[in-house]
């Protein structure tokens, strides 16, 4: 997908029956180099072509669905390397989500990401954050990977509906940043306005739902998308700022939007719009160490924005080192829940990375990297945004 996709984006192709797509999937094996459950656990079920031919088993009856093969369906971070890689075309990310749906109809999901799922949009979570903060300021912080927020007025960027009222853009900011990290939306909101956009960020919006259908769950994920809907209605918008490349992804391929809303994730925003904006950032600490870009996978193996992000860190001179080897973080929404040893050797994977560059600070574009790198790695990690002096610092705003 294009910067700029037209609006509506990527048209969902008709979904190939499990037996064509396991008669294209040849034994080429070039999808187990690049797919890091695979890298990290060396166990053909954990492939992708592994996964088409257990899927292909249990669609046509020679396997049921028991722990094991279970365990090997929900083993995937839908991350997209392996449909960036493949030769044939196969869209395994697609795949994935489809017969997950049709295998589990939301009733064989793992009981551990069941109760995640339920517990996430339930009215106890929102309860619950106070406690997460507690827990977060003791010893248990790193072992559960808990952040340390930092409190906003984040209300008072909340937007009620009003009846003809017209924005520029509309900020869908996600999960993760409005539970836990508030402030980045704060900076957002902020330096989208010192550009002079007009910004609405809607009350009640939900998760956007992709948690739900990426596990089978299309029930929970079509509620959530009618509540979306409804409320984006509400408004007269030009543009959905999504700073979520997942997010994104659930706009772009399950919401049906057509040709009716022009979409965007915020680097390629920013990269259209405000591509004039000055770019600085400051290196912590006493000892010199370089600054790289972490690409989260859906933004670059889906998404294919690239060229982006490193156009603003190319102005941070030599400081900047660039990050090749586009190995994921092992965050994968609730898989690091669901996986936590797996999700560790993917995340051992790009540390080795990131020392091997002399990387001390990482940036990166997308809440659920940022969330995983940030709070589990000894380095210094900033959300894009942060590149900019006028989302931090002398605005008001503080700085994470």
């Known amino acids: 997908m294009a910067p700029g996709r037209a609006a509506g984006g990527k048209k969902i192709k008709k979904m190939p029956d499990i037996n064509e797509i396991a008669k294209v999937c040849s034994t080429c094996g070039n999808c187990l180099y690049s797919c890091p459950v695979y890298n990290a656990e060396l166990e053909e079920p954990n492939s992708p072509r592994g996964k088409v031919n257990l899927i292909k088993s249990l669609m046509d009856g020679r396997l049921e669905t028991n722990r094991l093969n279970k365990k090997f369906i929900y083993q995937c971070l839908l991350c997209g390397s392996c449909t960036d890689t493949c030769p044939k075309g196969v869209e395994f990310v697609d795949m994935m989500v489809k017969y997950r749906n049709l295998i589990s109809s939301g009733k064989k999901i793992p009981l551990l990401k069941k109760l995640i799922l339920i517990f996430y949009q339930s009215f106890l979570f929102r309860k619950f954050i106070p406690v997460v903060d507690l827990l977060a300021k003791t010893p248990l912080r790193k072992k559960l990977s808990l952040p340390i927020r930092r409190k906003t007025k984040l209300k008072k960027l909340l937007t009620p509906a009003k009846k003809g009222g017209s924005y520029d853009i509309l900020l869908f900011p996600g999960c993760v940043l409005t539970y836990f990290y508030p402030v980045l939306i704060e900076k957002i909101v902020e330096f989208l306005k010192g550009r002079g956009f007009s910004v609405v960020v809607p009350k009640n919006l939900q998760c956007c739902g992709f948690p739900y259908i990426s596990q089978g ?29 997942t997010g994104l992804l659930a706009f772009d391929n399950y919401y049906g939007f057509g040709h009716t809303v022009e979409k965007y994730e915020l680097t390629e925003f920013i990269y259209k719009f405000a591509k004039d904006a ?33 156009f603003f860190m190319k102005q941070l001179g030599d400081d900047f080192v660039d990050d090749k080897s586009a190995l994921c973080c092992g965050f994968g929404g609730i898989f690091s829940a669901g996986f936590p040893a797996t999700a560790e050797k993917i995340l051992a994977r790009k540390e080795a990375v990131l020392e091997e560059i002399g990387a001390g600070t990482v940036v990166t574009s997308c809440p659920g990297c940022y969330f995983r790198l940030r709070e589990n790695l000894s380095r210094d990690v900033k959300f894009f945004i942060e590149l900019f002096p006028a989302a931090r610092g002398g605005d008001g705003v503080p700085s994470l």
Request: with cysteine; hydrophobic share 30%.
């Open 278 to 310: 000055p770019v600085k950032l400051e290196i912590p600490g006493e000892k010199k160490s370089k600054i790289t870009y972490h690409d989260p996978c859906h933004d670059l193996k889906l998404l294919k924005i690239e060229k982006e992000p490193r």
């Open 217 to 245: 769950w299309q029930k929970k994920f079509s509620a959530l998308k009618k509540k979306n809907r409804k409320i984006f209605s509400a408004f007269n918008f030009k543009y959905l700022l999504v700073p979520c490349s």
